[in-house]
């Protein structure tokens, strides 16, 4: 019987350079401190997938509002992936 949907289509995770690229579109309209190392932040984010990626920015922009702060320095970013990778987990832990 068909389904819906007939084929199914997978999206690898995105490189480190994608990543990086990705968390950058995604801070573009934020005030961004000039010392955020976009390299580690991709690094430090190897199985997150675009919407994540974008969590994880929203998550810093957060973070920076809560303290009162006019950009968001590198701390918020890293702060942001443990967020987003915490709750990633707790998702994972739901199915198990």
């Known amino acids: 019987m068909p389904s819906r949907f007939d ?3 997978e999206f690898p995770l995105p490189n480190e350079v994608a990543r990086r690229r990705i968390l950058e579109i995604h801070s573009k309209k934020m005030q961004v401190s000039s010392e955020i190392n976009y390299d ?12 994540q ?6 998550e810093a922009g957060m ?6 702060a006019r950009e968001l320095v590198h701390n918020d970013f890293v702060e942001g992936i443990t967020v987003v990778q915490t709750k990633k987990a707790s998702a994972l832990d739901y199915f198990l």
């Open 7 to 9: 084929r199914k289509i």
């Open 40 to 51: 580690e932040l991709a690094r430090s984010t190897e199985d997150m997938n675009g919407a």
């Open 63 to 68: 973070l920076a509002l809560r303290r009162g």
């Open 53 to 58: 990626l974008k969590a994880v920015t929203v």
